[in-house]
């Protein structure tokens, strides 16, 4: 934990708590996000046929949002927003009470194996991991009984807790906008529209 000792030795700070812990103790001017973002509990599926989830996502792509080098990804290896009419479906035979539109999952270096993004706890519910958990349980569910590709799968691992998106926002000397990152003068990002599809290519 952070303490006046170290915060009173240390001539500068570097604050990765996640939750502007020392910037908070030092005085900093700080806001409370009056619409946080949901949190995530992240969680994993093993046993999952990818070139079954590949195929699906060839034959309707209308139902993703799909890379423009979609075609040149391996062929074990997925990458997932989407399932829309699925989703749908569930939804309205009251399997999916998720507010969300869509799946989304990755697939991760062990084989057969997906990585899970689909969960959303409100940042104000009362019990968030209880409703986490809940969640992982119904998604966990809804993807052997309706998503291609996951017919023999199972619920692999948990993440250890929630991910919390935000708690508080420095108030800085500058607050960095959208604008700043694309247009700013002195900027050191390079666009993600204008990489080669060379660095999607299969060896």
Known sequence: PVTDAMLGAAKQIVDA????????MLGSEIHAPSEPQPMSWLFTMAGVEPRTVRDFQLARPEQFV???AF???????VAVSGFFEIV??????????IPRDRLL???TPRPGE?????TRIPANHPVPHQEGLRQISELATFLI???PGFARARLGRIADDIGERESFRLQG???LSVEDIVEFSSARGWPARKFSRRCFARE
Request: aromatic share 10%; glycine share 8%.
């Open 17 to 24: 708590s996640g939750s502007a812990v020392a910037a908070r």
């Open 66 to 68: 799909l890379h423009p």
């Open 71 to 77: 075609d040149l990804l391996r062929e074990d290896y």
């Open 88 to 97: 749908a479906e569930g939804k309205a035979a009251g399997e999916f009470s």
């Open 105 to 107: 999952f990755f697939s």
């Open 114 to 118: 997906v990585l899970v993004n689909t």
């Open 145 to 147: 009984n309706r998503v």
């Open 173 to 175: 000397r500058q607050t």
